[in-house]
């Protein structure tokens, strides 16, 4: 959440002049400034016996927590597409369509080579770089907070739902039409997996950071 610079400075002052901060929040809640805004600029001050505010430190962008979790990132997405494209690859093979040309059919094996080369390449780079980030973060936890991270985190959970909510889509049409065959059913089913679980996974940890902001 962006805090308002004009908010900010109000509670500096206030602190500073030793007004308690329950007293801050009643009067800022008076002003028509929400909780959420007034514990946001209240947390960037940290809770010490000392004449004036004293700032917490910042969360700040750097080069190196950019990579990091552009990595991160690029290869959670190229996991998950090799994951999901293998798993269609073997539905493929056990409900194969009468219709397919021998073209079609002979595309499947490189179709399962390009799928593993993904996996075997970006997985262990996905995990060694969620294990150096998570490190760091236990090492210094302002780095939970990182602009990188944040806005990374909420394209994740977009992209997640964009795909769990046109793979719905897709489900109910077909049935609807009577047009849901063990195949398209599989596939749905393991787009939906996939999606739900990196969906779920990455909202639970926004919502962890919240609550420890809270806190």
């Known amino acids: 959440m962006a805090i308002n ?28 400034w929400s909780e959420q805004e007034a514990e946001a600029a209240l947390r960037l001050f940290a809770a010490v016996d000392f004449p004036i505010a004293v700032p917490r430190p910042r969360p700040s962008l750097s080069a190196k927590q950019a990579f990091q979790y552009l990595v991160l990132f690029g290869t959670l997405y190229l996991s998950a597409y090799g994951l999901g494209s293998l798993l ?29 080369a993904s996996l075997v390449v970006a997985t262990p780079v996905f995990l060694y770089a969620a294990r150096t980030i998570s490190r760091e973060i236990a090492a210094s936890p302002l780095k939970r907070a990182s602009p990188v991270r944040r806005w990374l985190t909420y394209l994740t959970l977009a992209i997640a739902g964009g795909i769990l909510i046109g793979d719905s889509t897709s489900l109910v049409y077909n ?7 063990a195949r398209f059913l599989l596939k749905t089913l393991t787009i939906g997996s996939i999606a739900g679980t990196v969906f779920v996974y990455y909202l639970r940890d926004l919502r962890r950071d919240e609550k420890e902001e809270g806190g």
Do not use: K, M
């Open 5 to 32: 610079e004009e908010l900010t400075g109000f509670i500096r002052e206030a602190l500073s002049r030793g007004l308690p901060r329950d007293e801050i929040r009643g009067v800022l809640s008076q002003a028509d």
């Open 88 to 116: 269609f690859q073997f539905i493929n093979l056990a409900f194969p369509d009468p219709l397919w040309s021998e073209y079609e059919i002979g595309a499947i094996p490189r179709a399962i080579r390009w799928a593993v």
């Open 175 to 181: 049935l609807l039409a009577g047009e849901a065959t």
